[in-house]
């Protein structure tokens, strides 16, 4: 039986309702979804992070710039890492480096630490 469990709703901090936007996604079988929301300080300011864990479905909603990325868990040698557009974020314990891919492989990332 298929049931729609997993519902992320992103706001943007701009002040307006015109700026919410939801999105449903149906997962099979699905008890619970483990939310988590961080902020990271970063060098250029914090980036907003929200955690969406369902038996194995792993979603982040990174603000990057003011807009919405929506990431999926993809593979990782060490730690969590989502892909999402142009972006990379691995995040590591208190840690996270964003990585813009448009600005090419050798590109260093944004490196960010968890706020307390």
């Known amino acids: 039986m298929r049931r729609s469990i997993l519902a992320l709703v992103s706001t943007l901090a701009l002040g307006s309702s015109a700026f919410a936007a939801t999105l449903e996604i149906d997962l099979p079988d699905v008890e619970s979804v ?3 929301a961080v902020t990271y300080a970063c060098p250029d300011g914090d ?3 929200t955690y969406y864990n369902a038996d194995g479905n792993s979603l982040a909603v990174v603000i990057i710039d003011g807009n919405p990325v929506v990431m999926s868990n993809v ?4 730690g969590a890492k989502y892909a999402g557009g142009p972006y990379i974020w691995w995040t590591k314990g208190d840690n996270a480096d964003l990585y813009d891919l448009m600005k090419g492989e050798d590109a260093d990332p944004v490196s960010c630490t968890a706020k307390d």
Request: negative net charge.
């Open 34 to 36: 483990e939310t988590t």
């Open 47 to 49: 980036i907003d992070a």
């Open 75 to 78: 593979l990782a040698a060490s």
